[in-house]
């Protein structure tokens, strides 16, 4: 079977049945119909420990890090340990563009997949709605008299499809002719600040923080200043709620929140991981593509301000990932593997290594991956969760728990003392294995204006490829001696963090030549082609 007739076989539990697993009555819900809710309760009793899933550099199609994810809180529910997932809501750029879905497969889905993967509760919506009228307020500011002197546009607007014909666009404007640019909704400032945001008032400070542009003295212009950050918080206000569904086996799944990783921070929200924190104890989260892009944003953006310890990491590595990393070779890709356990090792939190296994993995191949990371000290459990479901992720979950024991004694690599320049070179050492940074004259001049406005404390969050450790997409495996070029620095005041263009990597991907739209239908009442 597909995974929507999975899906659309499986008999699912009403919504209020899933929240009452964690304690939460009617009152503590806004029910969207019968399997899907926002969580309104705002902090539950406990203090959960937190899993972060990642995984090894993947092939276009992704390794399956959520499939593994919803399997291990599938087996810890198995097990009757206190779980909740806490992932991301997938942008409508995969699904028409090139990976399809992003609620799971198989027997480990999150449900209703359909909504989940398309409209699902409207935050995105409301998200693109929130940055797009930050962009019509400016040029009407402007339109309008300009009397906050708006000489420069810095602010992009969003679209939560894969165009790239609107990259780069021209606008007219009091007979004035201004460069625009459109993101793709998870690459946007919005979104990550959404995602960033402590609770609503916090939300509506770093709305207000947003810097729209410069005047003609070079000073910046905030959304502030166009006394926006109101109207834009009564957008976001219902969108800031939690989502609870389910898995098919009925395990509570908060989603919500969705920045890409490869362009943004890549991580669900702050405000529902600590909210599942503390209804559950275990709470399993995932980070985008591979360790050098989510997992690294996680531990060093996301943990120290929403002060979250991980207890333990879990790598996803597939077998054909790693022949992809060599060309078609295992032997000559598997060192992509050390790549990712160099850099994870740096933050001192227990790491467990899952082989996500495939039905046409041979038993060699398997074995051969098993030997290897055994060699290195690392523990390495199979998991069958598409196949099998919770039950074939039970010896994962067995070692995570008995990971989580051990002590954590979580640091992040970067510090926010460290200049914008140290930060970048402590990365690009530690996670990218180069010893060398390229800037373009346009990266060295926005560093000086970093400086120039006293925002050098903020962290980096570095846009590249996912394909390779480096920014070279071509540089598969562990490439030794790369360079980073860092071609652009974005400031995101308001999200409170410094995006780092490097390589080739856009805001807003394209579609590919085969893109997935053409295999999505509705026959007889009933979507297909979501996989």
Do not use: W
């Amino acid at each position: 079977m597909t995974d929507l007739e999975i899906a659309h076989n499986t008999k699912l539990k009403h919504i209020k049945i899933i929240a009452s697993k964690l304690n939460l009555t009617s009152d503590d819900i806004d029910c969207y119909g019968k399997n899907k809710a926002k969580i309104v309760k705002e902090k539950g009793e406990k203090n959960g420990k937190v899993i972060l899933v990642t995984a090894i550099n993947p092939t276009p199609y992704g390794e399956g890090k959520t499939t593994v994810s919803i399997g291990l809180a599938d087996a810890f529910n198995k097990l009757n340990k206190s779980i909740l997932l806490a992932l991301r809501e997938p942008s409508l750029g995969p699904v028409f563009g090139i990976k399809g879905g992003a609620t799971g497969g198989g027997y480990s889905q999150v449900v209703p997949m359909e909504d989940i993967n398309l409209h699902f509760t409207g935050d995105f919506h409301a998200i693109s709605a929130a940055n797009n009228l930050i962009s019509a307020a400016v040029y009407n500011h402007i339109e309008q008299g300009n009397a906050l002197d708006i000489k420069t546009v810095t602010f992009s607007r969003c679209l939560d499809v894969n165009d790239r014909s609107l990259r780069d666009i021209k606008l007219e404007c009091k007979s004035d002719e201004y460069l625009d640019h459109f993101n793709i909704t998870a690459a946007s400032e919005v979104m990550a600040l959404f995602c960033l945001a402590t609770d609503i008032d916090d939300l509506k400070l770093r709305l207000s923080k947003i810097i729209v542009g410069f005047n003609s003295k070079d000073e910046p212009i905030y959304v502030h200043d166009l006394k926006l950050e109101g109207a834009l918080t009564v957008l976001l206000k219902d969108a800031f709620k939690p989502n609870l569904v389910e898995t098919l086996e009925g395990t509570p799944a908060i989603i919500h929140g969705g920045p890409f990783a490869n362009i943004a921070h890549g991580c669900s929200s702050v405000t529902s991981i600590k909210l599942a924190r503390s209804l559950a104890d275990y709470v399993i989260t995932e980070a985008g593509f591979g360790s050098d892009l989510g997992a690294e944003k996680f531990l060093d953006i996301v943990c120290p301000k929403a002060d979250i310890k991980p207890s333990t990491i879990v790598l996803v590595v597939t077998v054909r990932a790693l022949k992809y990393n060599g060309n078609d070779s295992l032997e000559k890709g598997i060192c992509n593997i050390d790549a990712h356990l160099n850099h994870l090792k740096g933050y001192n939190v227990p790491i467990v290594v899952c082989l996500n296994k495939f039905a046409d993995d041979s038993i060699d191949d398997i074995e051969y991956i098993k030997d290897y990371v055994k060699r290195r000290g690392y523990a390495l459990e199979v998991s069958e969760a598409y196949s099998k479901g919770g039950e074939g992720a039970l010896g994962l979950a067995n070692a995570v728990i008995k990971s989580s024991d051990i002590s954590s004694n979580f640091t992040p690599l970067v510090s926010d003392s460290l200049s914008i320049r140290d930060k970048i070179s402590k990365l690009n050492k530690a996670v990218y294995n180069s010893n060398y940074v390229d800037y373009s004259d346009k990266a060295l001049e926005k560093l000086e204006l970093i400086d120039k406005l006293g925002l050098s404390y903020l962290p980096i969050c570095v846009a590249k490829t996912q394909y390779s450790i480096s920014d070279d997409p071509k540089l598969l495996g562990y490439p030794k001696d790369n360079i980073l070029h860092v071609r652009d620095l974005i400031i995101n005041s308001g999200a409170g963090f410094i995006t780092v263009l490097s390589g080739k990597i856009y805001t807003m991907p394209g579609l590919p030549k085969k893109p997935n739209y053409e295999n999505i239908d509705l026959i007889d009442g009933e979507i297909i082609g979501l996989f």
